[in-house]
């Protein structure tokens, strides 16, 4: 149950930061989440990962089936991934999970060892 | 709390977020911010428009005085109904930057020589200093600063700049770093505040684009290489084919000015001797900048009034440099094709008549050699006297690196272009300082603002009055069933010859001789023809008594006079027809001379297949023909052939000739001149270059139909081009497009029509139009390229001129924005 609500408040608090502050400002609110809700640390970071991999992974998702993959594609083809679509969403989700995965995981560690 | 740990896992976050944060070096360019540019809330998620995205709004704004509706139609066009002048530019300013502002920002950047400012100073392979030191050095900068000071002591244009400037801005001033165009994101900068400058810079820009080809320091090479003889046979000066703007024949008055050339032009000026070496240009304009453009009278229409069409040739480039937009205010009603960048529509019509552009092509580029008394360029030979110079510090910003400052000598000429400075590749250690006819201020948006105003003849005559360059040939047709052209521009008044080559720059002899009086300008009104045209041939035959330099194709205007002339009853299906006409008259010029010269004796029957193709070719260049293939590459390998030989013998550039001096010299002399290849002991002739030629096309011909490529749209594979050159944001390898050089529809590699327009000035005006691109320039969204494949095959949309109430009845629309005062 922890587990979820984490994840649930990460991917909220990501998605609510960056709408005032940088892109990156939601590694800040996955580390403070993961402070208030303190788990393992390899609990931590797959819950500040899976939070982000399906805020941006789903977020990405919506635009680009709105947008019929006209984007996703050229810039499938810019990046370069051979004008994959789905790619392009998996790397974006990637990146957002990676980022906040180890913001969690640093988090974790602001207290000891539970028995 | 676990120290060691913490601090490494903080470090790998840290680490991670500073490396998705930067640009990171990739090849020869950089990465975009890949955390800011892939962040669904930031990135480039968010250029991803929804397809069925809707533009209803309702926006406030402190600039506006009244009201004003747009109604987007089903093609995304907007029209503007706006209660006075002021709002229409402020929101045909806004609607420029809402679909074009990525564009409109960087041609200004080209134009003034900054984009090592974004670009760094090389990427790619491509040195964008190198770009910018030419563009400052030729006085863009300059020549803008001028205009400006011309644009704003004109009430009526400062007053429509600093509208539309203030509308540009208003969306500037809306963006966030989640709603920047996706270029900006991809290039990691921001878009800077519009100003009446920038406008300036972009129509210098258009003026170096269409009045900048010239080909001074080749000729002066081509002077020291051949016989005078020689050169008046290579680039001669009209063409045999020639059906001039202003027909044959015509009578002048002798020019008030004096148009003896210098005392001492023969012997030092016309000299073919000196030779001069050259500075490499980064890039000239396209030669093939031109256009087609003609109205008829209703004596030769259908429904017995004018129609008028034009078809600029341009770079094709996504996003394009037309935006089409219809604006609506009480004082005028105008449709058209209007320039990101600019207030205005630029080629279009209104309530009473239509007007369109061909570019005049006359040569308003010198150069003068100067001789400085030191390396500081202080004083310059004048006249028999030292004179002092002044200085232009023009400062280049780079990205990541120290700025580089041009330190230029401004001269009595005009700016030092080329010094021991710049570019010292070549050590010629001479100077030469650059006359061009865009430095001097002038206000060309005077011109386009009173056309869309216009309801007359006189009116017409009245607005292009003031216009001075880019000289154009401009064209217009009135309801009340007038149709004229007349070429405007000033044009400098040069004796023959004066301006192929560079001049001496201490001599003020050699000065051009003023203008020439607006007077003696081509103008025709309501000829007995029926029909006034231009297709940027030469405007008068060689008897008028100034030199018109410049280069000049004369196969389109030929063709098109030729129709014409024929034509009756027209309707504008016809003149669609005749717009994208692939006919190639050219070849059905060459075609019986080629024919004639060929040894057929000698060709394998590998030879005799080709020969037989393009001897029953129908000669259309469509795009599943093959006879355009081997007519363009046997033609090219003649060409050469028949040249390289005689332009093998300098290492330095030269201007290479037109095929249409080829082509008239081997129908007039079976001995011509240049047959023979100069190094070899046997004497060749024109039938031996034709043969030998065929032969090497024929090689080429069999490596491209293994490829499958044969056929002429597979052979040409066109193109629109991103502004970047990213191929994901262009359209490439077109293979079903026809046309190409010298025919009406000038569809070349990646050039060609850029806005195709046939107005019909019936009471209710019957108006149709296509550009090769879309409404905006987000590549992101579906309406970036949405015109492309039915311009590419000659579809036209009807274009919708309508007044509000009738917009208002459109049942697909895209949507409305309500524009009223905070």
Not at chain 2, 120 to 132: E, Q, R, V, W, Y
Not at chain 2, 148 to 153: F, G, H, R, S
Not at chain 2, 404 to 426: C, F, N, R
Not at chain 2, 654 to 665: A, K, Y
Request: net charge neutral.
């Amino acid at each position: 149950m922890k587990f979820f609500i984490a994840i649930l408040l990460t991917a909220l608090l990501g998605y609510a930061a960056p709408l005032y502050f940088p892109w990156w400002s939601f590694a800040v609110t996955s580390f403070i989440v993961a402070v208030f809700i303190h788990q393992k640390p390899l609990k931590a970071f797959a819950g500040g990962f899976i939070a982000l991999l399906l805020l941006w992974g789903i977020h990405a998702y919506i635009i680009d089936n709105a947008n019929e993959h006209i984007l996703s594609q050229k810039i499938a083809n810019v990046l370069p991934l051979g004008g994959a679509s789905s790619v392009l969403i998996l790397i974006t989700a990637f990146v957002g999970a990676i980022v906040s995965g180890f913001a969690a995981l640093t988090a974790s560690f602001t207290r000891g060892k539970k028995v | 709390m676990r120290i060691v740990p913490f601090i490494v896992c903080a470090a790998i976050t840290a680490a991670l977020v500073i490396l998705l944060n930067s640009q990171i070096p990739t090849g020869g360019s950089k990465t975009p911010r890949l955390g800011y540019f892939l962040s669904p809330q930031k990135g480039f998620w968010q250029n991803a428009e929804p397809t069925d995205v809707s533009f209803n709004n309702d926006l406030k704004f402190d600039g506006i005085e009244g009201n004003a509706d747009v109604y987007f139609d089903d093609r995304l066009v907007p029209h503007v109904y706006a209660d006075n002048e002021h709002d229409a530019f402020f929101i045909q300013g806004y609607l420029h930057a809402k679909f074009r502002l990525w564009q409109m920002d960087f041609q200004t950047y080209a134009a003034g020589g900054r984009l090592s400012e974004i670009m760094g100073d090389s990427a790619n392979g491509t040195s964008f200093l190198k770009i910018d030191k030419f563009f400052r050095r030729l006085g863009m900068v300059y020549g803008a600063e001028n205009s400006l000071k011309e644009m704003e002591t004109d009430p009526a244009t400062k007053a429509s700049c600093d509208a539309y400037t203030n509308g540009v801005n208003a969306y500037i001033n809306s963006l966030d770093e989640s709603s920047y165009p996706l270029e900006y994101k991809l290039l990691n900068y921001k878009p800077e505040p519009w100003t009446n400058m920038k406008s300036a810079l972009f129509l210098k820009y258009m003026s170096y684009d269409l009045a900048g080809f010239e080909q001074d320091f080749e000729k002066t090479n081509a002077k020291s290489v051949f016989t005078k003889a020689q050169y008046q046979a290579l680039f001669p000066y009209g063409q045999d084919s020639l059906d001039p703007i202003n027909p044959k024949g015509a009578v002048f008055v002798k020019p008030g000015v004096n148009m003896t050339p210098p005392a001492n032009a023969d012997s030092l000026y016309l000299n073919y001797k000196q030779t001069v070496e050259p500075a490499a240009a980064p890039e000239k304009p396209d030669k093939n900048n031109g256009s087609n453009n003609w109205a008829v009278s209703g004596a030769k229409t259908k429904s017995g009034r004018p129609i008028l069409c034009n078809d600029p040739h341009l770079g094709l480039n996504l996003p394009s440099i037309w935006y089409e937009m219809q604006i609506s205010t009480p004082s005028f009603n105008a449709y058209g094709a209007s320039f990101p960048g600019s207030p205005s529509i630029i080629i279009g019509f209104n309530d009473s008549c239509a007007w369109g552009f061909t570019n005049a092509e006359r040569d308003v580029r010198d150069y003068y050699e100067l001789k400085f008394k030191d390396s500081t360029l202080q004083e310059y030979w004048y006249n028999g006297a030292w004179r002092q110079a002044t200085f232009r510090d023009e400062i280049i910003k780079i990205r990541g690196k120290p700025s580089d400052t041009e330190h230029i000598a401004m001269t009595v000429w005009g700016p030092v272009m080329y010094d021991q400075h710049y570019p010292d590749k070549l050590h010629t250690n001479k100077t030469y300082a650059c006359r061009w006819k865009a430095h001097d201020g002038s206000n060309e948006l005077k011109t386009f603002y009173a056309l869309n105003h216009a309801q007359n003849y006189d009116d017409y005559t009245a607005a292009i009055a003031s216009y001075q360059c880019p000289g154009q040939n401009m064209i217009f047709a009135a309801k009340g069933g007038d149709i004229a052209i007349k070429q405007q521009g000033q044009f400098p008044a040069k004796w023959k010859g004066q301006g192929d080559f560079i001049m001496p720059g201490d001599d003020t002899n050699y000065a051009w001789r003023g203008n020439i009086p607006d007077s003696e300008n081509m103008v025709m009104h309501n000829p007995l023809r029926g029909f006034v045209s231009s297709a940027n041939q030469l405007t008068y035959d060689t008897s008028y008594p100034y030199y018109l330099g410049g280069s000049y194709p004369v196969y389109r205007g030929f063709i098109v006079n030729r129709n014409l002339t024929a034509m009756q009853n027209i309707t504008t299906d016809d003149m669609e027809h005749l717009q994208t006409s692939n006919y190639n008259v050219f070849a059905e010029i060459a075609r019986p001379a080629l024919l004639k010269y060929i040894a057929d004796s000698t060709l394998t029957a590998n030879e005799k297949n080709y020969l037989d193709v393009f001897k029953s070719w129908n000669l259309n260049n469509d795009a599943t023909e093959t006879g355009p293939t081997i007519f363009k590459i046997w033609w090219d390998s003649l060409m050469k052939v028949t040249y390289s030989d005689e332009f093998a013998q300098t290492s330095l550039p030269l201007p290479w000739p037109d095929g249409s001096t080829l082509i008239d010299g081997i129908i007039k002399d079976s001995t011509y001149q240049f047959a023979d290849n100069i190094n070899t002991p046997e004497k060749e002739t024109i039938q031996d270059d034709v043969t030998a030629s065929f032969k090497q096309a024929v090689q080429m011909l069999q490596k491209l139909e293994g490829e499958g490529h044969l056929t002429w749209g597979k052979f040409k594979s066109s193109g629109v081009r991103h502004l970047l050159l990213i191929p994901a944001f262009s359209r490439l390898n077109i293979t079903n497009a026809g046309g190409g050089d010298n025919i009406i529809n000038a569809f070349t590699k990646y050039h060609g029509p850029s806005w195709r327009m046939i107005v019909e000035l019936t009471d209710k005006i019957n108006a149709y139009g296509i550009y090769p691109g879309g409404q905006e320039g987000n590549p992101g969204s579906k309406y970036y390229d949405a015109f492309i494949s039915d311009w590419v095959v000659g579809k036209y949309y009807r274009l919708l001129f309508a007044n509000r109430e009738e917009m208002q009845q459109q049942t697909n629309l895209k949507g409305k924005i309500v524009f009223s005062k905070l």
